[in-house]
């Protein structure tokens, strides 16, 4: 089945701790999107790639960090830098030539 | 500074009956407007968008309406089913380019049986 996947569903991890959420899309699309959703603030754009080994800042990258070396492919990195890195985060997916965005199944990151 | 609004954080109607859930927005250059629909611990899934030229769109139960002087959209879904209660986002573009969305804080809607 077509989709995007991203693991872990949940993630627990120490303060000071870095952690790589994965995003996996077999769509074929050239945009992907990470998003962040945090209770009563809807979805906040961290980062996004429109096309491999490319991508851009969204509204609050600071403490995280993106690579997209495949089109399939495009992992989120919480820092420690991140000063509150407890939430839902969305990966996402856009074809070419439509507004619609694709979202996966988000990933809860819980820090302690 | 929260350029897409929906200010109502919750809403509760009955079985059968119109739910009408408004956004407004301050961003007079925003083009392309969605709706998403999400449920708990799930991703959200799309609904319905409207682009700018035009002021409704409709889609079996669900119909968006563009305001663009009042600079304000609504869904109404008709009938209203048990199984539309989730959270829904109102979201807007305006770079189709880069599809890069701002959404609403989100409303919870509550279908009745």
């Known amino acids: 089945d077509g989709g995007i996947t991203q693991s872990p569903k949940y993630l627990f991890r120490k303060e000071g701790q870095n952690v790589t959420l994965s995003c996996e899309q077999n769509?074929?699309?050239?945009?992907m999107y990470w998003y962040r959703q945090d209770p009563g603030q809807g979805l906040r754009l961290i980062y996004y790639s429109q096309i491999v080994n490319d991508f851009q800042k969204g509204d609050i990258a600071e403490g995280y960090s993106v690579s997209r070396e495949k089109k399939e492919s495009f992992p989120l990195t919480v820092t420690s830098a991140q000063k509150n890195p407890t939430a839902f985060y969305l990966c996402?997916?856009?074809?070419?030539?439509?507004?619609?965005?694709?979202f996966g199944e988000g990933s809860r990151l819980t820090v302690l | 500074d929260q350029q897409v609004k929906q200010n109502s954080p919750s809403l509760s109607v009955q079985e059968g009956r119109i739910s009408i859930l408004n956004c407004d927005y301050t961003?007079?250059?925003?083009?392309?407007f969605l709706w998403y629909k999400k449920y708990p611990a799930e991703g959200p899934t799309f609904l319905i968008s409207?682009?700018?030229?035009?002021d409704k769109n409709e889609d079996g139960r669900f119909t968006v309406f563009l305001n663009k002087s009042a600079k304000h959209l609504s869904l109404h879904i008709v009938p209203s089913q048990p199984g539309d209660s989730a959270v829904y986002f109102c979201?807007?573009?305006?770079?189709?380019?880069?599809?890069?969305?701002?959404f609403g804080q989100g409303t919870t809607l509550q279908v009745k049986p």
């Open positions: 769509l074929n699309h050239d945009a």
């Open positions: 961003n007079s250059m925003f083009d392309y």
């Open positions: 409207i682009s700018s030229i035009k």
């Open positions: 979201a807007a573009t305006k770079d189709g380019h880069t599809g890069k969305l701002i």
């Open positions: 996402a997916s856009r074809p070419s030539g439509t507004g619609e965005l694709f």
